[in-house]
């Protein structure tokens, strides 16, 4: 269950309320009566099996003694027809509790802030003004200018919302993942992972991207789906498994292109390199136990945030209200990178605590030494950070007024020592 059946017996009134923070409308009276319906048919199948077998056990003795059993038998017959019609009935309203349940969100954590939209989210923090970019540019100008940035041949390719990078700026790209890779494994304890870009249903169900988000999704003509985030195979890689509780938390990383379909993004930030069907991102995920996923939230939210400061990048970190929560999870917080072209700021990380709500889905569990009970086990993600937003955000920040790039002395290892993108080092 992706939810918790016994919680919502015992709570129905909190449950509701959690749904209607996220400003969905009550759903455990209908939740409660087709599990009702299916614990009677449960009931009434085991008590047709122990009748059964009580009758199966007088055959015996009938036949022992030589006796006529035909009337007994043809009720077994009766019996086990009556079992199997509860079977199709159990089934049934299994599949509708399924269909239901996954399409509920995860529910708020209570220190969440309640609200309908991105407007009701809270400022926690900021890291450095924004600097005074007089007459800033854009990323994608800037990128054109300098011939490095080419959305005309990427178009003629594949069509729109994709970028095709040149020269300095492909090197700046790959730098970056390589900086992010390089912090969160040698200084944060991230294992770097490189994992599958296609995976099976079953996998995009465990992290909640099906079914209700299945448009938003590529599926290849072998049935695989081009993952939207690393977060699907490297939350996925405790799919079905018990884990040692000692052994916890478990966290790793990866850097890997993303595909999106982008379905509901008619319209929005046609432009540049900000909405893309393909784009790199580096990935943060943690499996921890239940009661150290708030610590752990806190934690990679400070990974994530430390690329940017490493970088000189101006940033605000954020709370997301109850309506502008991702859909599995609990409580989130939104790195925000300021884009002096845009003259605002732009999400670049989204650090979500999930709770038990992927374990549950993927059926991941853990156990401490010496203990048979098992426990569901707290999933995280967030990104560590997108490598493309990164890039715009270089771009923006580190423009010169002759159109050149000043590269972050961070990042000038990765690039042969170059300390400037210009025209004549393109």
């Known amino acids: 269950m992706m939810h918790d059946i016994r919680f919502i017996r015992e709570n129905p009134a909190a449950f509701d309320a959690g749904l209607k923070r996220r400003n969905l409308p009550a759903a455990s009276g209908e939740i409660l009566e087709l599990d009702t319906a299916r614990r009677l048919a449960q009931t009434a199948m085991q008590e047709l099996q122990a009748k059964r077998n009580d009758v199966s056990k007088q055959i015996g003795a009938i036949k022992g003694k030589g006796g006529d059993a035909e009337p007994l038998m043809q009720d077994v017959a009766a019996i086990k027809s009556k079992i199997a019609e509860h079977e199709e009935q159990d089934k049934q309203i299994a599949e509708k509790l399924q269909v239901i349940l996954s399409s509920l969100p995860n529910i708020p954590a209570a220190d969440v802030p309640d609200g309908k939209d991105e407007h009701d989210n809270k400022e926690l923090r900021k890291f450095s003004e924004p600097p005074r970019v007089n007459s800033a540019k854009q990323h994608f100008e800037l990128g054109e200018a300098l011939g490095l940035m080419d959305f005309n041949t990427a178009a003629k390719l594949s069509g729109a919302r994709f970028t095709m990078l040149k020269g300095q700026l492909a090197r700046l790209e790959r730098a970056l993942g390589s900086f992010m890779l390089d912090l969160h494994t040698t200084e944060f304890g991230y294992t770097e992972i490189s994992p599958p870009l296609m ?88 499996i921890t136990a239940p009661d150290q996923s708030e610590a752990e939230h806190e934690r990679m939210t400070e990974c994530a945030e430390t690329v940017l400061k490493r970088l000189g990048l101006p940033f605000r970190t954020i709370v997301l209200c109850t309506g502008d929560m991702g859909f599995a999870s609990r409580k989130t917080y939104d790195i925000e990178v300021w884009m002096p072209g845009q003259n605002t700021y732009r999400e670049i990380s989204s650090c979500s ?18 203990d048979k009970n098992t426990e569901f086990v707290h999933t995280l993600n967030g990104s560590g950070v997108a490598v493309g937003r990164c890039l715009i955000a270089v771009v923006e920040n580190y423009q010169q007024p002759d159109g050149s790039i000043i590269i972050p002395p961070v990042l000038r290892p990765y690039m042969g020592g170059l300390e400037r993108i210009t025209v004549e080092a393109a």
């Open 199 to 286: 995976v099976r249903d079953e996998i995009m169900f465990g992290t909640a991207q099906l079914p209700k988000f299945a448009e938003d999704q590529f599926k290849t003509t072998a049935g695989l789906w081009l993952i939207p985030t690393a977060e699907v195979p490297l939350t996925n890689i405790v799919n079905g498994d018990i884990i040692e509780r000692e052994t916890l938390p478990l966290r790793v990383t990866a850097k890997t292109p993303c595909f999106r379909a982008e379905a509901g993004a008619a319209g929005k930030d046609t432009r540049g390199m900000l909405r893309q069907h393909q784009f790199y991102k580096v990935e943060l995920v943690s």
């Open 353 to 370: 605590n999930c709770g038990d709500f992927q374990a549950r889905r993927m059926n991941a569990r853990c156990r401490a030494a010496g």
